[in-house]
């Protein structure tokens, strides 16, 4: 036998979406799975190291400026003292000219921060000065006052030619008698804290420098940068320094004095009141943390790298079996049932491959087989589609039957009619009254026989699809009135009441298929007549007004209702009664006679007009059949009616 093939047609690559690959993700994830926990120790270690190395070099800050200020606090009691004994010797020298002029020149020696110095009598007159020319600077009231006390004091108005940082100090002159005058000596900060700052420096990027207590630099790390002199108090540390706090609040980093991100520490020199203040580069600019930031990046990349690579290893062990398991996929597709997946393995990828190729087997075989059954049922098709045609043309045949013998049947009965209502009016002579009864039984019958063959006739017409509407203007009333008066008789031998009740807003007269129209009402009211024995049938007619929701608008109907006080129909056999040649019970429905199409035969028409049918019943209590039509009032028509033709009219 040959195996049978299956040929799927190829997708087309325009309408697929972009093919995703299964290695890379394995990979990526693999290498995040790897590199994430160091990535994230790396940066812990970090943070906690640059915690440490802010730690520990605020501490070296600290004790750095406490050095300096210490150093600077010595130098300046020592110059102090030194030039306190100056004074003592001016003061036993007396008025020895000689004398003075060699303890200035020993003061010009020794002292290498003082740039000048001035030699005041108890007058105030200068009697001697050296260093630069400089005119003498004016004591201030203060300084008077603590010369007389025989104390120091830097307060004097130094002269406009001083450099900013410059100050003044004032030392009293005493012989062993009284108070003979004051050395004045002019000493530059600069020059005696720079060798201390250069000298004691925090790191290799740090620097310190001194301000005093109104926050102006007075000893700077870079003079040529920044010279002293310089207010300077906008600096957060020097702004913490002279409010008393210890450090930078909120981040310690900040723009310190040569514009560049510091931290820093601050100390006061109690004898002075200056503050010495230290700072740094942030610890993570340092040289050794830049190399332990360094180490840690090249152990990420080279952790990264070896879980990429032994990711891909991985990878390919667990994606080349699914690639062979698609490739095996794709010829299946393709209709090659003979080409298994082969998968070297044992494991769970093995596994599948194997019942991927099983798989493939059973689908081959339950290809065959439908094939087969395919071939089956297309033979069985063809059959089916013979003896379908050879329906069709039976009940084609049927029905042109039907319309032939009902037309063929119609003429005699149309003669037998015409002859019975000649012998009734007495033509062909007087006729006894058993005669009389006996010609009325021929006509009711052959009456009753011409509805039958009617309704076959329309029932053939409805199944061959040649049942047409003509829509003409006529009056409503009228109609109703008709219908009546044509199934009087019939209610007045059953002794029943034929009730009519017509709206007084519809209008007069409507555009609608009489013919139809009345073939549908004298089938409602026999029909009612039929299954009614005592009681009441009422016609009614009347107008359903227009209706609208969001989107959908109902034009005005007519709607005709034909109520009787009959029998009634049960729930399950509301439906039925409408279907062709059913009704609902056969010995009952024989003694009234009748095929069974008359209701169908109504609702096609009705339908065919563009309306519905409804039925409301119950058993005993009788039965509503309700017709709902379009509302087409004729354009001459006013709108009203006469009130005669509206009013509740009575037939017994």
């Avoid at 307060?155 to 004051?182: F, K, N, Y």
């Avoid at 020199?269 to 580069?281: F, N």
């Avoid at 409408?578 to 169908?600: C, H, M, N, P, V």
Wanted: proline share 5%; hydrophobic share 45%.
């Amino acid at each position: 036998m040959e195996t049978a093939r299956h040929t799927a047609t190829p997708p087309n690559p325009a309408s697929q979406p972009p093919v995703e690959r299964l290695r890379p993700r394995i990979v990526l994830i693999f290498a995040l799975v790897g590199v994430a926990p160091l990535v994230l120790g790396v940066f812990i270690s970090l943070v906690i190291s640059v915690w440490i190395a802010k730690t520990n070099n605020g501490a070296i800050q600290q004790s750095m400026a406490g050095a300096i200020g210490e150093l600077l606090d010595q130098e300046w009691q020592t110059t102090i003292a030194d030039l306190r004994w100056e004074t003592t010797i001016l003061g036993q020298a007396g008025g020895a000219e000689g004398e003075r002029t060699a303890i200035f020149q020993l003061l010009q020696h020794d002292c290498a921060a003082c740039q000048a110095a001035w030699l005041i009598d108890s007058n105030g007159s200068v009697v001697q000065r050296s260093g630069r020319a400089l005119p003498a600077p004016l004591l201030t009231a203060a300084a008077r006052a603590a010369l007389a006390r025989g104390e120091a004091s830097i307060s004097a108005d130094l002269p406009a030619e001083a450099p900013a940082s410059t100050v003044i100090l004032a030392m009293p002159i005493r012989s062993d008698v009284d108070h003979t005058g004051a050395l004045l000596v002019q000493l530059d900060l600069q020059r005696l804290g720079e060798p201390i700052l250069q000298a004691v420096r925090p790191t290799s990027q740090g620097y310190g420098y001194v301000v005093d207590s109104n926050g102006h630099l007075i000893i700077s790390p870079h003079p040529d940068r920044v010279p002293p002199g310089r207010d300077v108090s906008s600096i957060a540390l020097v702004r913490a320094a002279l409010q008393g706090q210890q450090r930078v609040l909120a981040s310690y980093t900040y723009v310190g004095l040569l514009a560049l991100p510091v931290d820093g520490m601050w100390y006061r020199i109690p004898s002075t009141g200056w503050y010495v203040l230290v700072e740094a580069p942030p610890a993570i600019t340092d040289a050794d943390n830049w190399y332990l930031v360094l180490v840690q990046i090249g152990l990420i990349l080279l952790a990264g790298l070896a879980a990429v690579l032994l990711g891909r290893y991985l990878a390919a062990t667990i994606t080349h079996p699914i690639e062979h398991l698609q490739q095996g996929v794709t010829r299946l597709q393709s209709g090659s049932w003979n080409d298994p997946v082969v998968v070297q393995r044992r494991d769970e990828l093995g596994q599948l491959a194997d019942a991927f190729n099983a798989m493939a087997q059973e689908l081959q075989e339950k290809q065959a087989a439908l094939i087969a059954r395919r071939e089956e049922l297309a033979l069985v098709n063809d059959e089916l589609q013979l003896a379908l045609h050879a329906a069709q043309a039976a009940n084609q045949l049927k029905s042109e039957f039907v319309a032939t013998v009902s037309h063929e049947l119609r003429t005699p009965l149309t003669s037998v009619l015409g002859y019975t209502d000649m012998l009734r009016l007495g033509v062909y002579g007087h006729l006894t009254d058993g005669l009389q009864n006996a010609i009325a039984q021929i006509s009711d019958s052959s009456e009753h026989l011409l509805r039958l063959i009617n309704d076959l006739l329309d029932f053939a017409k409805i199944e061959a699809g040649q049942q047409t509407l003509h829509e003409d203007c006529l009056a409503l009333s009228d109609l109703i009135a008709e219908v009546v008066r044509i199934c009087a008789p019939q209610a007045q031998r059953k002794n029943l009441t034929l009730r009519t009740d017509i709206d007084r807003t519809l209008p007069a007269k409507v555009y609608i298929d009489q013919l139809r129209l009345r073939q549908i009402l004298l089938n409602l009211v026999a029909n009612a007549i039929k299954f009614t024995d005592q009681g009441t049938i009422t016609l009614r007619a009347r107008r359903a007004e227009a209706s609208g929701t969001n989107n959908t608008w109902e034009p005005a109907n007519l709607v005709i209702e034909v109520e009787d006080t009959g029998i009634g129909i049960a729930p399950e056999d509301q439906d039925l009664i409408f279907e062709a040649f059913r009704q609902i019970d056969k010995s009952f429905s024989r003694s009234r006679a009748g095929t069974g199409l008359g209701l169908a035969i109504s609702r096609h028409l009705v339908t065919l007009m563009g309306g519905s049918t409804s039925l409301a019943s119950q058993i005993g209590r009788g039965s509503i059949f309700t017709i709902t039509l379009p509302l087409k009032p004729a354009p001459s028509d006013s709108g009203e009616v006469s009130i005669s033709s509206r009013n509740v009219s009575l037939y017994m």
